[in-house]
């Protein structure tokens, strides 16, 4: 039965209405859910009505003028008297009725109802599925950067295609129990009505494809999950041990796992370094001409050291006050004194002791040539000279 511009207009309107009023129950019938669901059902009817009202200016305007002419035939201007497209109309709608004697003039409520809390639900459990599937390959990319999403993809699609070819053979099947056949015809009998073949074939396969995305969006994580096995199970015993660490435990483990990173990162870091230049503050070679300029190149053996090569003149120089050489010196029993700066060799520094002992003998105290004594005239003499005198009597 062809709908005409004007009942399709009224229609139209009425379902705008039926939109409006609809939403003043929203706020409090949603209330539990929270505000931010309430908000996004309210926008939805909003883009519901103002989609309707758009298709009705679009009518109104008429730009075809097939409304014009629709009205024009109607009331029939010239001849009041001619009841010929009334009749046409009439006949329509007995065929129409005829052919579907059950079939509900209306179903409004129900074209309302599309926006139902089901619908609702089912799609915003396919947003979840499907940032659930963008976050899963993402981590995938990162955990696994081998793994084939290409295939992986492909075989959720096989999957899909062949569980879409068995529902569409249930479909076929009239003695199936449970079709969505009968489910499509259980919705449209609790709104008071029955519904063709037809139009249950039609429903059906509006959400066989929509049932198939979210199928899709399923299986898809599925095989990502499987992908992740090895992945989810180290994860678990991790966080099984870190339940049986104390705090300070956790805190070393993750120092620990700090230093070995940056030496990992050092071992991979591989620097070109030719002439063997040394480590600069930076962990880099130095320039050549600072090499050149200090004179590194130069070696500087050291015999109290065991034969250590110091290269550098400064670093000749430091290392006669750092451990190595004062330990050196501790195992030849030598004191690590100024006096064997630049001595290198084991026997000048035996002979330099050897001699600083013999000095220091040599200017040991001698109390009768070093002591000086003074008689009552004011002579002075040292003290052997003095007791001399003095037994002989003369002072």
């Known amino acids: 039965m062809s709908t005409s511009i004007l009942e399709t207009q009224r229609r139209t309107t009425r379902k705008s209405s039926d939109f409006r009023n609809k939403l003043p129950r929203i706020d409090t019938r949603h209330k539990k859910l929270g505000q931010a669901h309430s908000a996004n059902r309210i926008n939805r009817h909003l883009d519901r009505i103002q989609s309707l009202s758009q298709s009705l200016l ?13 009205i024009a035939s109607i009331s029939n201007a010239g001849n009041s008297a001619d009841f010929t497209e009334f009749y046409n109309r009439l006949k329509d709608i007995k065929d129409h009725h005829r052919r579907h004697p059950d079939e ?19 799609a915003d459990y396919k947003r979840y599925l499907a ?52 489910k499509a015809a ?6 008071g009505g029955k519904i063709s073949q037809e139009k249950q074939t039609e429903v059906v396969q509006s959400k066989l494809e929509a049932l198939k995305e979210v199928k899709l969006l399923e299986v898809t994580i599925q095989k990502l999950g499987e992908s992740l096995v090895q992945q989810r199970e180290d994860t678990r015993d991790l966080i099984e041990r870190k339940q049986t660490l104390s705090v300070d435990e956790i805190e070393k483990a993750k120092a ?22 040394p480590m600069g503050w930076d962990g880099k070679p130095i320039p050549y001409w600072l090499f050149k300029l200090h004179g590194l190149g130069v070696e500087y053996p050291c015999e109290i050291c065991g034969n250590f090569i110091y290269m550098g003149r400064k670093a000749f120089d430091r290392h006669f006050q750092e451990w190595r050489h004062a330990h050196g010196m501790k195992c030849l029993g030598i004191p690590n004194l100024k006096h064997f700066q630049e001595i290198t060799k ?27 004594f003074e008689d009552a005239e004011g002579n002075v003499f040292n003290k052997k000279t003095f007791e001399d005198l003095r037994r002989q009597g003369l002072l």
């Open 186 to 191: 259980e919705v449209f009998a609790a709104n």
């Open 346 to 372: 084991i026997s000048d520094a035996f002979a330099l002791w050897e001699k600083l002992n013999t000095a220091k003998k040599a200017e040991a105290f001698k109390a009768e040539a070093m002591e000086e």
């Open 104 to 122: 509900k003039v209306e179903v409004l409520e129900l074209e309302v109802a599309k926006v139902d809390e089901d619908q609702e639900l089912e």
């Open 131 to 182: 940032h659930l599937v963008e976050y899963l390959e993402g981590f995938c990319k990162r955990a696994l950067p081998l793994l084939d999403h290409a295939s992986l993809r492909n075989a959720a699609t096989e999957e899909v295609n062949e569980w879409a070819a068995s529902q569409d053979q249930d479909m076929a099947d009239p003695s199936c129990s449970v079709t969505l056949h009968k």
């Open 256 to 277: 620990e796992d700090f230093s070995a990173d940056e030496e990992e990162e050092e071992e991979n870091n591989e620097i070109y370094n030719p002439l063997k230049l």
């Open 58 to 70: 679009d009518t109104y305007a008429d730009a075809n003028g097939a409304r014009k002419a629709e």
